[in-house]
């Protein structure tokens, strides 16, 4: 049984919602985010780094307190506004290839501390307490968990009708995406979709894993104080079938003293090779591998030599691991070895080529994306994907929705 709840949000005036709302911080290049703030005073990025021209020269202390009192001014200045009563929202994500539905609601920190949500992927202890301290020191968090749930006919039904009144939110953004947003305030409503919940066994974390490992760290720390809202955090719940799965292509600096040759020979041994020359070749489906080296597009197709591979060793991002990465190019640990960098799926296989062209790095390698069966039965199972396995759309935007702590 999921338990999801309504909470009073805090959220941009309808009038400069685009104007506030923004991407990740980490998308943005150093240019861009000194555009951004320094011609957009409405910007959440203002919020979330408020002294972005000295990052460097201030601790993490003193960013937090700057976060939280930067929130309170733009609450001040009538930027945002909060609700009245605990809601639920519907929100809309339309981009130039998908159109993303979901719910925001609070999720439970007994569900996911009795894994009715259920994780795939391992976190970075550092990083979870470091969310943690900003969570505490900020009172604040705009960055939902994207969790899935089974498409459900009844939700989905519900989904379709409410679309069709007018949302408090309808705008459009830089990067030509499309954002409507409706507010779920009726108490029969709010009722109903609790009850739809319920039936839900479990939940899927799609992504944030490190945001609701904070939360419950936060909650272990904190809860004694009896600050109900520590009790959930914040969460987009969206049908399995509606979130798109993106593979993270690699790339490698060095072939371990390899040569071309040699490595070419030590990959046959669990890959049939084909030589594609320039064709900008990807994997069409499980099992197959893209390469590219010493300028030339490679397909690898893996023998699947073992006769009962557990889940995790059927993984392609496993695989390659297993078959090539550890053994013949030495990474032994794919978070931190400074050898290896990672491409999302949706980027252009040419950014792979001209990385790999340009001498930095000499091998890139691309995976078949996974889909959520793969990501469910790893859950099931309590078993963690090796990092960077999944890019997962669709992505929540930054100032539209605040879940005060």
Not at 134 to 140: A, E, N, P, S
Not at 349 to 367: A, N, Q, R, S, W
Request: glycine content about 4%; proline content about 5%; some cysteine.
């Amino acid at each position: 049984m999921s338990k999801i709840i309504p909470f009073k949000a805090v959220r941009p005036t309808p009038d400069k919602v685009a104007l506030v709302t923004c991407r990740n911080y980490d998308d943005y290049s150093q240019a861009e985010l000194a555009s951004w703030l320094n011609f957009n005073p409405y910007s959440f990025l203002h919020v979330i780094h408020p002294a972005y021209i000295h990052s460097q020269k201030i601790t993490l202390d003193k960013r937090f307190k700057g976060v939280a009192h930067k929130y309170q001014d733009f609450k001040n200045d009538g930027i945002f506004i909060e609700e009245d009563q605990p809601v639920f929202f519907l929100y809309e994500i339309q981009t130039k290839t998908n159109l993303f539905t979901g719910i925001v609601a609070g999720t439970s920190i007994e569900d996911y501390k009795n894994n009715v949500i259920k994780k795939h992927e391992d976190t970075l202890q550092y990083r979870v307490e470091l969310f943690k301290d900003y969570l505490h020191q900020t009172g604040f968090n705009t960055e939902p968990v994207l969790i899935t749930y089974p498409d459900n006919p009844s939700i989905n039904q519900w989904i379709e009708e409410k679309k069709k009144s007018v949302p408090i939110y309808n705008y459009s953004t830089t990067n030509k995406e499309k954002h409507q947003l409706w507010k779920i305030d009726s108490d029969e409503e709010i009722v109903w979709l609790q009850k739809q919940f319920e039936t839900i066994p479990e939940l899927y974390i799609a992504d944030g894993h490190h945001r609701s490992a904070s939360a419950e760290l936060l909650y272990d720390q904190d809860h004694h104080l009896g600050n109900e809202n520590l009790n959930y955090f914040m969460s987009f719940l969206i049908a399995e079938s509606n979130v798109k799965i993106y593979e993270f292509n690699r790339i490698i600096r060095d072939l371990n003293g390899h040569s071309t040759a040699d490595f070419l020979s030590k990959l046959e041994e669990h890959f049939i090779i084909k030589n594609k020359e320039q064709e900008l070749w990807k994997p069409q489906s499980k099992f197959e591998f893209g390469m590219y080296l010493d300028g030339k597009f490679y397909a690898l197709f893996y023998k699947q030599e073992t006769n009962n591979p557990t889940i995790l060793e059927n993984l392609d991002a496993q695989i390659l691991y297993d078959k090539v990465l550890q053994p013949l190019l030495g990474i032994d640990d794919l978070r931190n070895d400074e050898r290896i960098e990672y491409i999302p799926g949706k980027q252009s296989i040419l950014t792979l080529k001209e990385l790999v062209d340009e001498g930095e790095f000499e091998v890139g390698f691309m995976l078949y994306p996974s889909d959520i069966s793969e990501v469910k039965a790893l859950a099931d199972n309590n078993l963690i994907m090796p990092p960077k396995s999944t890019y997962i759309e669709p992505k929540f935007r930054s100032g539209l929705m605040v879940y005060e702590l």
